[in-house]
């Protein structure tokens, strides 16, 4: 068994075995959609025409709304991604030109016609004509597609069809073909949209094409549909995670505690009524319903199939299942926190539902707002990452009570949980990462860097140093120490590379320990500032390295 689902691991292999399942259609559009994307991103868009021939409409719609938008980063807005949208169509193609254009009829016409318009540009064929004067047009008066001359083009009725992207053009030339087959109204609508868009976002200087406010106009009221619908499965948007995190920086330690009512974008996030919580699909792979008659057969193979990814770890397990809140204890997460959660678990099970709500809404908070190590966050990541926050919180507001170990009613540990939870207790934590342990390391940083005004160093170094210092002053006052960052392969100059990388993990906004650090304390080796040990951990090691 653990040789097979090793292989599983491999894309092909799990190509195979799931396209060996003979209730393959009805199976995959049983799935959630978020099953389906975490598949094919596995395999491979490319690899996956089949299963994407089989997904519901609905399904579909959803994935796009997660496959089709990056993000440069944690916390940055995302955008269409125009060579994925012609990538789908290429896929979808595979399947037939009938099957694409049934498909595309059923998106969202916005979107279409958003990813259209980054892939072709559509000019009424009869507009030069029709603006035509008596005297011969000047240069600047030139059709717009003179821009284009060689490039891919294809009329349809009235409209002049040009490739902005070659690669992409036999799907797009295709597709519209067929839809011009099956309902020259809609596609006529489509061109229309995009005649227009393109009319009043281009501009012509010299053959380079610059977009303009309209062409953003129509992203973001597609992306803000888009976001509505993800916060309502229990999403939380780049912006309002990184709103979340930096007035969590921002607010005074004595009104996190002090308020009562839950911050504005935590409270915007509960009311939209949904119970999110961190599972990858409406099944439950770790319960069996009851067989209550011959068509419940297929909920069975499916919730098989999903253990079978979860195995093959295509699917992560639950978070409560990873984090030891059931089953057995995680090793990797022991905290006093988490034991009060199991405690709580077997004593209140209603604030325990709040409380993997509220760590749901966290992990997804840090997933979409923050950088972990120069990358996303993975759920398990985040997750962790939030319960250590919340831990140093609750370390911080309990003083030396902390110390109690025992799980009873005298525990303080979970009767602050039932006073706090988890978000103000993340709130606490997050101010504390940043005002003891970035800002503390930059400003220690900082004096290093000035003391060396005083040391016998060559030229350019010295005037790296003054430089580093500069910015690393103005990322201070600023409150955002974690942007010195990119400069700080300039400290090797003066420091091995163990204490610069180390460094570096400090300064992120979410900050790590390194293993040198953990080994001044007897720490065991993870990455989270969990407690005041750490942070007494963590200065010990500034003032070796940097306090001379």
Not at 136 to 141: C, I, N
Not at 519 to 539: D, E, F, N, W
Request: with cysteine; net charge negative; charged share 25%.
């Amino acid at each position: 068994m653990a040789s097979s689902v090793s292989k599983l691991k491999q894309p092909h292999e799990l190509l195979n075995h799931i396209l060996d399942q003979p209730e393959l259609p009805a199976m995959i559009r049983s799935l959630d959609a978020g099953v389906l994307t975490k598949v094919i991103h596995h395999i491979g868009l490319e690899d996956s025409g089949e299963i994407v021939s089989l997904a519901t409409a609905d399904q579909l719609k959803a994935i796009f709304d997660q496959d089709l938008w990056q993000s440069n980063g944690p916390g940055k807005a995302e955008a269409l991604d125009a060579a994925r949208f012609g990538l789908w169509l290429e896929i979808l193609m595979e399947s037939g030109p009938e099957f694409a254009a049934r498909k595309v009829m059923e998106m969202d016409e916005t979107l279409v016609i958003l990813g259209l318009c980054r892939l072709v540009l559509v000019e009424d064929r009869f507009a030069p004509a029709r603006s035509m004067k008596d005297d011969a047009p000047s240069d600047d008066e030139e059709p717009l597609n003179r821009a284009w001359d060689g490039s891919l083009k294809q009329s349809f009725d009235n409209y002049l069809v040009t490739a902005k992207n070659h690669s992409r053009w036999d799907a797009v030339c295709a597709l519209l073909a067929e839809l011009n087959e099956r309902d020259d109204e809609k596609l006529s609508r489509l061109l229309e949209n995009c005649c227009r868009i393109s009319g009043e976002q281009m501009e012509d200087n010299n053959g380079l094409l610059n977009v303009l406010s309209a062409e953003e106009m129509l992203e973001e009221d597609l992306a803000e549909e888009r976001e509505a619908r993800r916060e309502n499965k229990g999403f939380v948007t780049p912006a309002s995670a990184a709103l979340f995190l930096a007035r969590s920086r921002a607010t005074p330690m004595n009104k996190i505690l002090g308020t009562k009512t839950p911050d504005p974008a935590t409270r915007a996030y509960f009311a939209a009524g949904e119970t999110p919580s961190v599972q990858a699909t409406k099944f439950q792979p770790d319960k069996e319903p009851p067989l209550k008659n011959d068509s419940e057969a297929l909920d069975l193979k499916a919730i098989s199939f999903l253990q079978t990814l979860q195995a093959a770890e295509v699917l992560p397990a639950s978070i409560q299942k990873q984090l030891g809140f059931e089953g057995t204890k995680s090793q990797d997460l022991d905290l006093p926190l988490t034991k009060a959660m199991r405690w709580i678990n077997h004593t209140d099970s209603s604030l325990y539902s709040r409380l993997l709500m509220e760590l749901s809404y966290l992990s997804n908070t840090l997933i979409s707002g923050c950088g972990f190590k120069g990358r996303s966050f993975d759920p398990k990541e985040a997750a962790e990452g939030v319960l250590s926050v919340c831990n140093l919180g609750a370390d911080f507001v309990l003083g030396d009570q902390s110390r109690s170990e025992e799980s009873s009613l005298n525990d303080p540990w979970p009767v602050l949980l039932k006073k706090y939870h988890l978000v103000k207790l993340f709130q606490v934590g997050w101010k504390i990462l940043l005002d003891h342990v970035s800002l503390y390391t930059a400003e220690v940083l900082l004096g290093f860097l000035v003391r060396l005004k005083d040391k016998p160093l060559e030229p350019w170094v010295r005037s790296e140093t003054i430089s580093m210092a500069r910015v690393l002053k103005s990322c201070i006052l600023s409150g955002h120490p974690w942007r010195f960052n990119p400069k700080t392969d300039g400290l090797l100059t003066v420091l091995d590379g163990q204490t610069t990388m180390a460094l570096k993990d400090l300064l992120e906004e979410y900050p790590t320990l390194s293993v040198c650090i953990c080994s001044k304390g007897a720490h065991p080796v993870s990455p989270y500032i969990s407690s005041k040990a750490h942070i007494r951990t963590l200065r010990k090691y500034l003032k070796e390295m940097l306090l001379f």
